[in-house]
């Protein structure tokens, strides 16, 4: 399947003026690939209560899920002047689980395989091992 880098940058950057970011004054978009050639995207949204907010690779995995699922194939996270931006840990986790170990992600060192961007990822087969489900 052939990335156009450039369409995801495009989208993510789009994505940034949908965010919510009235504390921070940072918006974030987000846009990914799915295998079936849909391209699924996101934006962050703020709370008062700052432990609440939702970051923009949320977005992008509530539109995945929400468009019938599927698996990322590439992924882009950038802020309002389309430069990259690194997923935190917590998003690196979400996009393990919906991508896997083949996910490529441009990150703000170039283009990375998820085995990269999150060694040792915990997935389903660390839960399967001890439940045997």
């Given amino acids: 399947m052939s990335i156009d880098w450039e369409a995801l940058r495009r989208e993510a950057q789009r ?3 949908r965010a919510y970011a009235p504390y ?3 918006p974030v978009g987000a846009a990914a690939l799915v295998d ?3 391209i699924v995207s996101g934006c962050n949204v703020e709370n008062a209560a700052y432990g609440v907010a939702l970051c923009a690779e949320c977005g992008v995995i509530s539109q995945l899920v929400a468009g019938g699922g599927g698996r990322l194939v590439a992924f882009a996270c950038v802020n309002e002047n389309g ?3 690194m997923p935190c840990g917590r998003c690196r986790q979400l996009l393990w689980e ?3 170990p083949d996910l490529l992600l441009e990150t703000p060192k170039g283009i990375q395989p ?3 961007v999150l060694p040792q ?3 389903v087969n ?3 091992a001890v439940t045997g489900t």
């Fill in 121 to 123: 990822a915990f997935d």
């Fill in 114 to 116: 998820m085995t990269e």
């Fill in 15 to 17: 994505m940034t003026g």
């Fill in 126 to 128: 660390d839960i399967t």
């Fill in 36 to 38: 079936d050639g849909r």
């Fill in 24 to 26: 921070s004054h940072f």
């Fill in 98 to 100: 919906h991508g896997g």
């Fill in 83 to 85: 430069d990259p931006l």
